[in-house]
């Protein structure tokens, strides 16, 4: 039996009003994180996220939930593997007993050896997304009996053009409602220029929170996920933050 440490696998989408979002959030094997939201409300429910052989993307299917998963840009980008991307999603699903109809861009990503969580404090993964092209995202996992960020494993990428780009010294900052909830969001990603890489500018963006909170359990986390309405150079995007916290 193979101890190879599985992979944290995450899908986010949506359109840029939060009509229509959802997340999906594996850890390992076929548990999961899986929710839907439109306007003010958002519930989990029962669905696999899984890669599909014969189009080379994935597949998100569960209760009242279909949904397929492309590369967005035009250089079809090959999902498999370790990556993060930005990704078309398109199907449908149903919140609410109201069917809606998903043609959005998202954010798909498979960071292998991320997947065995139970070592950690807290978790929290933030995506955005601003066209076909360009996006960012940010998984944060902090270490049990940390006490601060300061201690955090971060991996952050930018998506851009030409691929996605690795950041070294990653910064993320939330504001919390008094329940636990986020409710605004910044990430300050460095990027090297120049050939030699010595000289930095940042990718910045603030994102506030809309619409309802998801919550649920995975394994021994409590975990809550909301939609967020991005602004940065790149213009306006979507994205979904999720924490998950030891219980």
Known sequence: MSDAVPPLRTLAFGDLDGAAWGVAWFSSGEAGFVAVGSGKHAVTVEASLDPDDETG??????????????????????????????????????????????????????????????????????????DRTHGLSLVALRPRKSRGQEADAVIAVALEPEGPLAIDDPRLSTTYAADGRPLRVGLELWLPVGDDGEEQFPRRAGGETLGGTARGRLGGFDVLAQFVRWDSRYGDGAGVYLLAQQS
């Open 57 to 130: 993307g994935w597949r998100l299917h569960g209760y009242g939930l279909e949904l397929n998963v492309s590369a967005a840009g035009e250089d079809a980008q090959d999902l498999r593997g370790d990556f993060d991307a930005v990704c078309r999603v398109h199907g449908g699903m149903t919140v609410e007993a109201v069917e809606h109809d998903i043609d959005c861009l998202g954010r798909l990503a498979v960071h292998a050896g991320t997947g065995d969580l139970d070592k950690f404090e807290s978790v929290r993964d933030v995506s955005a997304w601003f």
